[in-house]
C-alpha cells in the first residue's frame, strides 16, 4: 500500500494550488483519507478530511479557501487551494485511516501516509 503526493511548489500570496495524492495497493475510497501540513517547529495538523462516503470536514483557517474531493475512478485524492495565505506554508502530507468515518480521528490514528509535498507562499 502506498501514497504519493504532488502539486506541491511556490506561489505568491493569494495564489492556488492542486496537490493531488495518489493511492495504490488499497482502494481509497472505502476509508477515510485526510491532508495534514507540518510547518518547522510545529506539530503535524489537520486539514480537511473526507469520509468513504463523501463528507468533508476543514479545519477552520482553511473553510473557504480549500477543497478536498477525491476522483475513485482514478483512486486519486486532490486538495484545491486557493488564496493562498503565507501562513499555509508547510509540508503537506496525505493518510488514510483503515476507519470509514474520520470523526474524532487523531493524527496518530491514520494507518498510511504519503512522504509529503512542499507548499511555500510568500507575501
Known amino acids: 500500500v502506498h501514497l504519493a503526493e504532488s502539486g506541491g511548489g511556490s506561489v505568491q500570496e493569494g495564489g492556488s494550488l492542486r496537490l493531488s495524492c495518489a493511492a495504490s495497493g488499497f482502494a481509497h475510497n472505502s476509508y477515510c483519507m485526510g491532508w495534514f501540513r507540518q510547518a518547522p517547529g510545529k506539530e503535524r495538523e489537520g486539514v480537511a478530511t473526507?469520509?468513504?462516503?463523501?463528507?468533508?470536514r476543514y479545519r477552520d483557517s482553511v473553510k473557504g479557501r480549500f477543497t478536498i474531493s477525491k476522483d475513485n475512478a482514478k483512486n486519486t485524492l486532490h486538495l484545491q487551494m486557493n488564496s493562498l495565505k503565507p501562513e499555509d506554508t508547510a509540508m503537506y502530507y496525505c493518510?488514510?485511516?483503515?476507519?470509514?468515518?474520520?470523526?474524532?480521528?487523531?493524527?496518530?490514528?491514520?494507518?498510511?501516509w504519503g512522504q509529503g509535498t512542499q507548499v511555500t507562499v510568500s507575501s
Open positions: 473526507i469520509d468513504s462516503d463523501g463528507s468533508m
Open positions: 493518510a488514510a485511516s483503515f476507519r470509514s468515518d474520520c470523526d474524532d480521528l487523531g493524527v496518530t490514528e491514520y494507518n498510511i
